[in-house]
């Protein structure tokens, strides 16, 4: 699979689980995101790294902590986690998050469900 | 706060007619807006984006609007077939408070044969 990926493509999880998802993209981006999905609210933004440095935390809780190594690889650890978090988790990144705008390429998602 | 709003939430069309989805947002200061299509299962994807040095642009049976003034923007599918059964969400760039894009809550189209 070429573009954005992830894994993994699943995850079932306890309350007092710590896991990490991981995104990888292969397209020379310099901006990556991790989005969250759910019937409640379909795309909500939740972390913008440019160029590895994180610029936008949407009040996203601390039980959600991402790291960012380098420009191709971006993970979130979940820790602690509720079963209100369970939804699909999307990676998606872009040339750059500049203020022209432009298209972001959206992994496949991490399916994660919090028992 | 910086919001985008996007109606119908679900529309079901026959197979052949048009199809208008509508999103209005907040800040006047946005001025790029993608569309993106998420079929069942599969990531959202691009497919029309427009820019507000501009009030329209097509791209085969797809089509966008941008009423600056108003703060309002559409998506027009025309001829509509099967394979454009999915969920459309709209979105706007907010320049507020650092670069930031925000979603529509999605419009699930149905095609109708």
């Known amino acids: 699979e070429t573009g954005v990926t992830q894994t993994p493509r699943h995850l079932v999880m306890g309350m007092t689980n710590k896991k990490s998802l991981k995104c990888e993209q292969h397209?020379?981006?310099?901006?990556m995101y991790w989005y969250k999905q759910s019937a409640k609210k379909p795309l909500e933004l939740m972390f913008v790294?440019?160029?590895?440095?994180?610029?936008e935390n949407n009040s996203v809780p601390s039980r959600f902590s991402p790291e960012c190594p380098n420009s191709s690889h971006l993970f979130l650890h979940l820790h602690t986690l509720q079963p209100e978090d369970s939804a699909l988790y999307l990676c998606?990144?872009?040339?750059?998050?500049?203020?022209?705008?432009?298209?972001?390429?959206f992994g496949p998602g991490t399916r994660l469900t919090v028992l | 706060g910086e919001n985008v709003e996007q109606h119908p939430s679900t529309l079901s069309v026959q197979e052949g007619d048009s199809a208008v989805i509508k999103c209005t947002y907040s800040d006047s200061a946005s001025n790029y807006f993608p569309w993106y299509k998420q079929e069942l299962g599969k990531r959202p994807q691009l497919i029309i984006d427009i820019r507000s040095n501009v009030g329209e642009k097509k791209d085969q049976r797809i089509a966008v609007t941008l009423n600056k003034t108003a703060k309002h923007f559409s998506l027009h599918i025309t001829e509509t077939q099967p394979e454009d059964s999915a969920v459309y969400f709209c979105a706007a760039y907010f320049y507020s408070s650092a670069s930031k894009i925000i979603f529509g809550s999605g419009t699930r189209l149905s095609i109708r044969p």
């Open positions: 998606a990144s872009s040339q750059d998050p500049g203020l022209s705008g432009n298209e972001q390429f």
């Open positions: 790294y440019n160029f590895k440095e994180q610029t």
């Open positions: 397209l020379g981006h310099n901006a």
